[in-house]
């Protein structure tokens, strides 16, 4: 005949497994999202003076609940631009520039600017990174006759840019990761 | 390293020229060869107990000496014999020998039912885990010279031969089971008596379990919540490990597996020992794999390593016993470069790509090495247990289970600086205590009444700079329950119910980053009546009707935005209730010297089935579209049927086919549910080579595996339409040589012996590459 009773056992588990649970979990603090990237600014600044157009992407609370802010105002036809994107970290008042970041792992970003239809505007880049290829933080833009049409901006990472005839519509095959990819509804008056 | 050291020890122990006694669950077969003429008889049979089939008895015929074990169903066979008089001697350790005398013409049929020696006394008969859940609970089982067969893979590997059983992978190195068509937090997987918790709810999140530690897996296909909880809504996985040994002497084993696609080797070795009335077992494995690859071109970054060792002391007495066990497993798995898409455009280039297009950093060549993304998990898992006589009440068995787990996914991040801050990073740990008394049959009533807690926290660990995917919560569970088993001769009859409480506090950020704090409360009841039901020795029926819940899990209350690792939004509701199943099964199996036939046929009604509602149009992130789901509850049903053959040929060659569908329904808005498993058939012809040179249990086998294509799907809930059907094929072939008390067995197989290029629907991946090509695996198993 055993000489524990079923109650002691009982009663050691049941303390046991209370001491435990009795120990206050401390509240977590949020976490800092350093890296996302919620909004991009691109600058058209006209070569020959004039005040410039502003297209820009704000997704305020991040991905899921508000839809972002997306707004392209018109541009003029027949016009050389240099435009410029800033990207950032908004959050409330507080606008964090990523831009240094891109600069400084040139060599594994780039920026495409797909026209759709492609004769809306023509695309040239005015940057390069560390191995003489474009980045697109820096870009001159030649608008065409006036028409209506679309802009995607893309920002792809870990591409290859060797790739042989990349450009703005084969840059998939060149692999990597989207980082950036907006659609602007374009106009040029 | 690791490798090198468990070599060296049991080269060494080897040198040593311990003869061991050997444990009761090692294998011994010797078979002296009669090669008369005429001799072409057989005797076959099953043996059973009142808890069902049992595995691993000894039969042994007198003249001329030969001897053989049960499987795991209780089977066994004799062949080449020739007719007369037999003498048959069957013995289990914990049961009472039979033996008695029969005449053989040309072929026996013996069903041996065997008494246990003493109810709950005398003999030192405790197992680790004595999962046997009675008659009415069909418990297919993979034995130790199954699962021998096919080591190296993952868990859910090793139970791909279990009819009903599917694999829902995530590219070629992550796999989970699939019960019935349920997985995940559907599927209850009990690590050595201790219900598994470790982030279950990702699809992605592949059970933290060496299957070397396992000498049996059983799969319990039905609703089981009465005895073991909530989750068990698809059916039980039962991982167990050998029993400590109760002989002097040391025994143990040594596995090698290499496999050419992946260049990937395994080392396993065990080591069980008993001195002083104390029983012991050491074990350990290790695995590396580098990039794998199909018909055509390399999947980059599928590589993958593990370290895990394990180690159990038990005591054990006729009125009480305690063992303690301590595991732990550790993995880090690359994830496929080309799958960890962006948005939609890059999803759609991905699926009208013929072969992946990989980031620059990545080559369609062959590496060990793996980047991010990559997954690094560890799970601790400590136990605790005795067993203790309770004079007139019965017999009191309790256990003890502390996990950790730690999971680390790490992903591609923005800036280099960040590679190596992992994008996820949870830790669970988890506290479980059992107490089940089984009381003192009266009369022909067994059963049992038991208590169940469970204490959870999780914890997401700061730094990894991104919105974590669950957040920070606690969590506890009780239960209480009882089972009462009516068990005659050729009839069993099970009651049994259950009430479960569960208790969950989150601590959330809303989109604001303020904190909330979130409370949660499900109660349940679940029953369940089955019986069983023997019409001869050779057919049986059974059918079990049984209730079973899962309360929601924090994915599914909590989740808000983008995740990362399938590219979609994702929001969770806090208002969902738990899911509630009734499960009805029913198993018919029907046994003769010829033929061996199964067939199990399901119907599964769950209420309150939680799912992803596909959310029309696309969000529009920074990122660009990405789809959008809604965590959702609706009225789901499932049913199936699967049913295994085996047909002997002739003295030497069976036939085997093993056939399996799975239907599955919403039937609150009439439309099918996501990756439910389509209907397969698998055929298989093996033939026993006789004995030559020293050699026995040389075998050889081709098996193909037949696959149908998924036409039950809704368009919206998919990026693509399913992959077509195909057919595979596989050879297996294997012998062993006895050397002495020791044993050295061979495995060798061809896996996709044509190097067939085709995609699995129930692989989350098919969208970017083909499964795997050909594979030669060899595996060397030596037992001392």
Redesign the interface.
């Known amino acids: 005949?055993?000489t524990?009773k079923?109650s002691q056992?009982?009663m050691t588990?049941i303390l046991g497994?209370v001491l435990?649970?009795a120990c206050n979990?401390k509240?977590?603090?949020?976490?800092?999202?350093?890296?996302e990237?919620?909004?991009?600014v691109v600058t058209f600044s006209p070569t020959g003076g004039g005040s410039p157009v502003v297209f820009s992407?704000l997704?305020a609370?991040?991905?899921?609940?508000l839809?972002?802010v997306?707004a392209a105002p018109a541009l003029r036809a027949n016009t050389t631009y240099n435009v410029g994107v800033a990207l950032a970290k908004v959050k409330g008042a507080a606008v964090e520039s990523?831009n240094a970041?891109i600069t400084?792992?040139g060599t594994?970003h780039q920026f495409f600017f797909v026209f759709n239809p492609t004769g809306l505007a023509q695309h040239t880049y005015s940057d390069t990174d560390a191995s003489n290829r474009p980045i697109g933080l820096a870009n001159r833009v030649v608008t065409g006759a006036a028409a209506t049409g679309a802009l995607r901006v893309i920002l792809r990472?870990?591409?290859?840019?060797a790739f042989a005839g990349l450009n703005a519509t084969n840059y998939?095959?060149?692999?990597?990761?989207?980082?950036?990819?907006?659609?602007f509804n374009v106009a040029v008056q | 390293m690791l490798h090198l050291l468990i070599f060296a020890t049991l080269f060494q122990l080897l040198l040593v020229q311990r003869f061991a006694a050997l444990l009761i669950l090692s294998l011994t077969v010797n078979q002296v060869l009669a090669q008369s003429p005429g001799c072409h008889c057989s005797i076959e049979g099953k043996v059973t107990s009142a808890n069902g089939s049992l595995g691993q008895a000894s039969i042994r015929l007198i003249t001329p000496k030969r001897q053989t074990i049960t499987n795991g169903e209780g089977f066994f066979s004799f062949d080449r014999l020739c007719p007369g008089e037999y003498e048959v001697l069957i013995r289990y350790q914990g049961y009472t020998d039979q033996q008695f005398r029969c005449k053989l013409d040309s072929g026996l049929h013996l069903a041996i039912r065997l008494e246990e020696t003493t109810l709950l006394l005398e003999t030192v008969t405790v197992q680790a885990q004595r999962e046997a859940a009675g008659a009415v609970h069909l418990a297919t089982s993979l034995d130790k010279t199954e699962l021998d067969k096919a080591r190296g893979g993952n868990l859910a590997e090793s139970l791909r031969d279990i009819t009903g059983v599917n694999l829902l992978q995530t590219g070629p190195t992550i796999a989970k089971p699939i019960i019935h068509g349920l997985h995940s937090n559907r599927v209850l997987i009990l690590n050595n008596g201790i219900r598994q918790e470790g982030q279950q709810w990702g699809s992605e999140h592949a059970p933290e379990i060496d299957p070397f530690i396992a000498t049996k897996l059983s799969v319990i296909k039905g609703a089981a919540a009465v005895r073991y909880g909530s989750d068990a809504l698809g059916g039980v996985i039962i991982v167990t490990p050998p029993d400590l040994p109760r002989a002097p002497g040391l025994t143990g084993e040594l596995h090698l597996v290499g496999q050419s696609n992946g260049r990937q080797g395994t080392a396993s070795g065990s080591l069980a020992g008993y001195a002083r009335g104390i029983g012991w077992r050491v074990q350990a494995t290790g695995k590396r794999g580098g990039n794998l690859h199909t018909p055509q071109y390399f999947l980059a970054n599928t590589g993958l390593r593990e370290v895990n060792f394990s180690g159990a002391v038990g005591y054990h007495r006729e009125k009480f016993g305690g063992e303690i066990f301590y595991g732990r497993f550790s993995t880090e798995i690359g994830i496929l470069a080309s799958a960890h898409i962006g948005n939609l455009t890059d999803l759609n280039f991905a699926l009208q790509s013929p072969r992946p297009v990989y980031p620059v950093r990545f080559n369609d060549e062959f590496t060990y090495a793996i980047q991010s993304p990559r997954q690094k998990i560890a799970h601790h898992l400590l136990k605790a247990n005795g067993h203790l006589q309770m004079g007139q009440m019965g017999k009191l068995t309790f256990q003890y289970g502390l996990q950790a787990n730690s999971r680390r996914e790490f992903d591609q991040r923005r800036s280099s600086a960040a590679t190596d801050r992992a994008a996820l990073d949870l830790q669970l740990i988890t506290h479980t205590l059992d107490v089940v008394l089984e009381h003192r049959p009266i009369g022909p009533l067994q059963g049992s009444v038991g208590l169940s807690g469970l204490f959870q926290d999780n914890h997401n660990v700061p730094g990894t700079g991104i919105r974590p995917l669950v957040p920070d919560y606690r969590a506890g569970s009780g239960g209480i329950f009882v089972i009462e088993k009516w068990i005659k001769n050729t009839f069993e009859l099970e009651v049994g119910a259950r009430y479960d409480y569960r208790h969950l506090t989150a601590w959330r950020f809303d989109r604001n980053d303020q904190l909330t704090r979130p409370d949660f409360n499900f109660h349940n009841v679940s029953g369940t009546v089955g019986a069983y039901f023997e019409w001869s020795d050779q057919l049986n029926f059974r059918s079990n009707l049984a209730s079973a819940w899962r309360a929601p899990a924090p994915n599914e209350l909590f989740s808000e935005g983008l995740h990362h690792g399938v590219a979609a939004l994702e929001f969770g509701r806090a208002d969902l209730r738990p899911e509630q199943a009734y499960k009805w099964i029913n198993t018919i199996q029907y046994t003769n010297p010829k033929i061996r036939f199964e067939a199990t046929l399901y119907y599964n009604k769950i209420d309150n089935y939680i799912y992803l509602n596909p959310q029309l149009p696309p969000e529009l992130t920074i990122r660009g579209a990405f789809p959008v789901f809604n965590y959702d509850q609706t009225n789901a049903r499932f049913w199936g049927l699967d049913g295994s053959l085996r047909v002997n040929l002739g003295p030497a060659v069976y036939y085997t086919a093993k056939g399996a569908m799975v239907r599955a329904r919403d039937v609150s808005h009439q439309a099918y549910l996501p990756w439910i498993p389509t209907d397969r058939i698998e055929n298989g012809l093996t033939w026993r080579v006789p004995n030559r040179l020293g050699w026995q249990d040389a075998y050889l086998s081709v098996n193909s595996l037949s696959v149908a294509r998924q036409r039950r799907y809704e368009g919206q809930s998919d990026y693509a339409a399913p992959p077509s059907g195909y057919t595979i094929y596989h050879l297996d072939a294997g012998l062993a040589w006895p050397l002495g008390k020791q044993k050295l067995a061979v495995h060798f197989s061809i896996r996709n012996l044509g190097n067939l290029a085709y995609r699995d629907y129930l692989n989350r991946f098919r969208y970017f590459t083909d499964e795997t090509g050909r594979n030669f695996i060899l595996r060397l198993n030596y037992f001392f």
């Open positions: 005949m055993t524990f079923f056992w009982a588990l497994g435990f649970t979990k509240d977590p603090e949020p976490e800092n999202e350093q890296e990237i919620n909004s991009m992407f997704d609370d991040g991905p899921g609940g839809p972002a997306i990523k970041e400084a792992e594994v990472h870990e591409l290859n840019k998939l095959q060149a692999g990597g990761e989207t980082d950036i990819e907006v659609s």
